[in-house]
């Protein structure tokens, strides 16, 4: 009945009845409306579509004072920080090589100094790559594997896969990521391999050819979180630049980084090789982010115009 009574007693009749009331009421619908408007967070994705296995940037502007603030995509949240110099807040968005392409909802939220949610969406479109495949025949050993090899590739592959999991929270790495050693591309990101007539998981580094001995830049600061000589990988360095981001350096002829210790951009960590599963001196350097893997030419890209 209140309702019923409400809806006649319509709008032209308040115009009417009581200007001054109605002229405020007005008012305050307007002032809320644009206050509203403004209150939502309001993510902005660049680039705005994305290739699988590329890094994007997610960015946050017109707030200055947040107390927190993340990102979420696919369930995996991003962490967020306030970029000193552009005062906006910024997070790296990864596409794994293996995403479906779609369009994603991407969302922000957060809370201000006084503990109040602020909440945003925004979307980003997943696009197809049609990555090569590639041939090769390799010996048997390498790629039949016995019972015990099997057992240690296993084994090498969980120490790897947990260390993902206790990213530190703290971001170690700032500015633009490195080029580790320059040479040219002999295996690109995500191509399709098929050894010795068996499908393959898709190439989740880029192989970069160098002379035997070539100094291994470290990509951006972090902390050295592993150094083993691994069936595959050979001698391996990872580092763990913090906020879920690690670099990966495989098939080293020599390790120079410590397991534990800190170090920073552009430090050596060893040089470049032929151990493990390798045809000729290269290196294998890769990427995750959140678990993701990334191209890491993308992320070079993304972070390129980043503060030092
Ligand atoms: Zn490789």
Not at 7 to 12: A, C, D, L, N, T
């Amino acid at each position: 009945m209140v309702a019923l009574r409400a809806g006649e007693y319509g709008i032209f009749e308040a115009m009417k009845k009581q200007p001054i009331l109605f002229l405020i009421f007005l008012f305050f619908l307007l002032t809320s409306t644009a206050a509203s408007a403004d209150n939502p967070l309001r993510p902005e994705i660049l680039p705005k579509t994305a290739k699988q296995g590329e890094v994007c940037l997610i960015r946050v502007a017109g707030q200055k004072n947040l107390k927190t603030l993340e990102g979420e995509f696919q369930r995996i949240k991003i962490p967020m920080g306030l970029n000193p110099v552009g005062k906006t807040y910024e997070g790296l968005l990864a596409v794994d090589l293996d995403t479906k392409p779609a369009r994603y909802q991407v969302e922000v939220r957060g809370a201000d100094q006084g503990g109040k949610s602020l909440s945003g969406a925004s979307s980003l479109e997943v696009k197809k790559v049609s990555f090569k495949t590639q041939t090769l025949s390799l010996p048997s050993s390498m790629v039949d594997l016995d019972p015990k090899t099997l057992e240690r590739v296993n084994g090498e592959t969980k120490r790897v896969e947990a260390l993902f999991q206790r990213a530190r929270k703290d971001r170690l790495w700032k500015g633009r990521f490195l080029r580790p050693v320059q040479g040219e591309i002999s295996t690109p990101f995500g191509l399709r391999r098929v050894i010795n007539r068996q499908n393959k998981s898709p190439h989740s580094g880029i192989d970069l050819r160098a002379d035997e001995g070539t100094p291994i830049l470290a990509s951006n600061s972090g902390a050295v979180v592993l150094v083993d000589d691994f069936f595959f990988s050979g001698k391996s360095v990872i580092l763990d630049h913090g906020q879920g981001i690690y670099s990966m350096y495989f098939h080293l002829s020599e390790i120079l980084a410590r397991e534990g210790e800190k170090i920073s951009k552009g430090d050596v960590l060893g040089q470049v090789g032929s151990t493990g599963r390798s045809t000729g001196p290269h290196l294998h350097w890769g990427v995750r982010i959140q678990g993701a893997k990334v191209d890491p030419f993308s992320l070079i890209r993304v972070t390129e115009a980043m503060p030092e």
